[in-house]
């Protein structure tokens, strides 16, 4: 430590009050903006991931050119054909940001337990691949709560025909709460008198329903499916609907060899705008009539593009709203620390130090508090979303299916960026205060008014 | 303008004595319309030719159908991908089945079967019972003097909200049925031919041979359904049980 930065030591030590006041002001500012932004940007991590991977968008979406907007109305002219799949994985196999590319066919139907009926939206997959998303060290840290089942076991480990994965809303209404797990074999067999008043309670007690749609050449097809597991997608929006099941029993059900589009996975996604411009340019070199989309896309990912920006808004205008408050604080508390030491500032000129020399000195001990106290600020921050996050408090934000828990994710980033802007804030205020004060005659200074 | 002259004078009293004819009870006029699916009442089977095009897609159907009253089972024939289908209506309700499924899938009447047909438009219905009859007008169809009959549906499981019933005013069959839906837009023309009386115990009754529907928003979507070797035979209820269904299922 040099001579100047142990006299600043020295000075904030001589008047520990005035000191402790400003330290608490800075500590007290920081954590709170830490750990306001630790929810915040665990939220934002929340969102992507899961629309990412349980919402099945991918980092990038490879469509037909119109495929997105037309493929559930004629998917027999928007889809991927086998050969048309083969050269898109070709594409991306080829490239080493790829991780991992997924074929999804998306349809709709309805579902029956043999009494009640419901519309279905399918989307489906190869099982290893619902693997592959469910158990990604990502989906696990950032939205363990939707990776889990909340009913039944992993779908990719079943061996029944159609093993179906329900949306947790869907199941309920379908009054289907048993899975494979807890009822393996179907009970009683074939046709259910729904007027029985026993006859739900009986259709309760298996995980067997029924298929019904459309085939993409116009038939009407019915199939059964198992139910494997149930889970939550976390929107409202697909809780009632969705059903996942592998992409060949879908196929096979609508009586098609085509996907709807391919999702792809980067390892790196940052500018995702020209990553996936430039994946457009190099499948649409190979022949291919594609459109593809970035994941922050409002067509593919109308929930993070909506949710997201209001998000945003509210975290700018509390950001707003604490930083004014902190920030006065801290002016306040500097600037009055300043006022106090009126008479030693003259001391110090009197004795031959220039001007430039205490602000360097003002400017070393204003730094030195700051940083203390942004240290006790962090770790208050980071013990406050620890506490949080052991209590596991329960919120409900609007359009989510049921509660999830209320996290707090400190991120060292945010955290950084918080820490120098109130550094900035505190000296920026003391030494414009400082120079003010300076800036007198050293006789004003040393017969100053005492504001202690 | 002679030769023009004879038949103005003849058009103008046809019109003048069908406009001071009062209507005939629309109720009534609507009973005697089922006589054209009255043999349907005793059980009929019939095997039915489907011919659509939809977008410019044909697609044809052969069907089996057993019909008695207000119940009918369908069975898809070919083409094979479908063969062993069934649709089985027992009252309002209806079920769908096909081989190796586990339990029939209620569905709905209005589902489409082959194009703009959907699976009521093979099925009886009773026009009396499902709908309320209005005032019966007057009209020339095709040359052939009919009656137009206004329905609405009594209740929301009727296929169709709004039907308009044109009957010959001389044989009393229904010969065009234009469905609607609430709002009064035409979702599709019915045109019904007849082909030999089948007969009924002592009587002979009138039977549809040829059915075209067209859909008036698509003028490509058209289908004909061709009524085959019907006969009057006895149908127990069990074929019109879902439960019949499931002893297909499990042998």
Same mark, same amino acid.
């Given at each position: ?84 799949? @083969?050269?898109?994985? @070709? ?10 590319? %997924? ?70 209404? +379908? ?96 500018? %995702? ?40 808004? %509210? ?85 989510? @299916? ?19 802007? %109130? ?21 004003? +200074? ?7 | ?20 004819? /009062?209507?005939?009870?629309? &109720? ?29 897609? /044909? ?11 207000? &119940? ?17 209506? &027992? ?82 069959? /229904? ?21 030999? /009386? ?21 003028? &490509? ?31």
């Amino acid at each position: 430590m040099t001579g100047s930065w142990r006299l600043g030591v020295r000075n904030l030590l001589r008047n520990p009050r005035r000191t402790l006041l400003a330290a608490l002001s800075v500590a007290v500012g920081s954590g709170s903006l830490i750990f306001t932004m630790g929810y915040v940007d665990h939220i934002e991590r929340y969102l992507e991931t899961t629309q990412i991977h349980l919402l099945h968008t991918g980092h990038l979406g490879v469509y037909r050119a119109a495929g997105y907007e037309q493929a559930q109305i004629r998917p027999q002219e928007h889809g991927f054909a086998p050969e048309q799949q @083969a050269a898109i994985a @070709a594409v991306l196999a080829a490239d080493p940001n790829v991780e991992r590319h %997924i074929p999804y066919l998306v349809g709709s139907g309805m579902v029956s337990s043999g009494c009640d009926q419901l519309p279905f939206r399918a989307t489906g997959l190869p099982p290893a691949d619902l693997s592959w998303l469910y158990t990604r060290d990502v989906v696990l840290r950032e939205a363990p709560e939707l990776a889990t089942f909340v009913a039944g076991g992993a779908p990719w480990d079943s061996t029944a025909e159609a093993p179906l994965v329900l949306g947790q809303g869907l199941a309920r209404m +379908l009054n289907k709460p048993l899975t494979l797990r807890e009822a393996p074999e179907a009970v009683g067999s074939g046709f259910v008198d729904c007027a029985d008043p026993s006859a739900k309670a009986s259709l309760a007690q298996d995980a067997w329903v029924q298929l019904v749609s459309e085939t993409f050449d116009g038939r009407l097809a019915a199939m059964d499916g198992q139910v494997a597991a149930h889970i939550t997608t976390g929107f409202s929006e697909y809780e009632n609907n969705t059903l996942l099941l592998p992409l060949d029993v879908l196929q096979r059900f609508y009586g098609t060899e085509l996907v709807t589009y391919t999702a792809v996975f980067l390892r790196d996604a940052e500018d %995702i705008d020209a990553k996936a411009a430039d994946l457009e340019r190099r499948l649409t070199a190979a022949g291919l009539d594609i459109r593809v989309y970035p994941w922050t896309h409002p067509a593919t990912s109308p929930n993070y593009t909506s949710q997201v920006p209001l998000l945003r808004i %509210i975290e700018v205008f509390i950001v707003l709203i604490m930083l004014a408050v902190v920030g006065l604080g801290i002016v306040n508390s500097m600037t009055m620390a300043i006022l106090e030491r009126r008479k030693e500032f003259g001391t110090l000129r009197a004795l031959g130090y220039t001007p430039d020399a205490i602000l360097g000195l003002v400017a070393r001990e204003t730094t030195a508090l700051v940083v203390a106290a942004l240290g006790v600020g962090a770790v208050g921050g980071v013990l406050a979303a620890l506490a949080t996050n052991a209590l596991n408090v329960r919120i409900k934000p609007p359009a989510v @299916a049921g509660t999830i828990q209320f996290v707090v994710q400190p991120g060292l980033g945010t955290s950084a960026g918080i820490s120098v802007a %109130i550094w900035v804030l505190a000296l920026a205020s003391t030494l414009l205060v400082a120079r003010g004060q300076l800036r007198r005659r050293i006789v004003d +200074l040393l017969y100053s008014e005492d504001a202690r | 303008m002679r030769t023009l002259l004879p038949a103005l004078v003849a058009l103008l009293l046809t019109l003048s004595a069908q406009a001071t004819e /009062p209507p005939p009870d629309a &109720n009534a006029l609507i009973l005697s319309a089922e006589r054209a699916w009255a043999a349907a009442e005793q059980g009929v089977t019939a095997q039915v030719s489907v011919s659509a095009t939809e977008k410019g897609v /044909p697609r044809t159907l052969e069907l089996q159908v057993e019909a008695r009253g207000e &119940n009918a089972r369908v069975e898809i024939l070919s083409p094979a991908k479908e063969a062993g289908q069934v649709l089985l209506i &027992n009252g309002e309700r209806l079920w769908f089945w096909e081989p190796g499924l586990r339990r029939p899938v209620p569905i709905s009447p209005q589902r489409a079967l082959a194009g703009v047909v959907s699976i009521g438009d093979v099925m009886f219905t009773r026009l009396s019972e499902t709908y309320t009859a209005g005032t019966a007008t007057s009209q020339t169809l095709g040359g052939a003097a009919t009656w137009v009959v206004p329905l609405t549906a009594r209740s929301a499981t009727a296929p169709y909200p709004m039907v308009k019933v044109w009957i010959t005013q001389d044989t009393q069959l /229904p010969v065009r049925l234009e469905l609607a839906d609430k709002g009064g837009r035409t979702l599709k023309i019915t045109e019904i031919a007849y082909g030999p /009386p089948l007969t009924v115990g002592a009587e002979t009754r009138p039977f549809p041979s040829t059915v075209t529907i067209t859909d008036p928003q698509d003028p &490509n979507a058209r289908a004909t359904l061709t009524w085959r070797t019907p006969k009057v035979v006895t149908l127990p209820d069990a074929r019109f049980d879902p439960a019949s269904l499931v002893v297909v299922t499990q042998p």
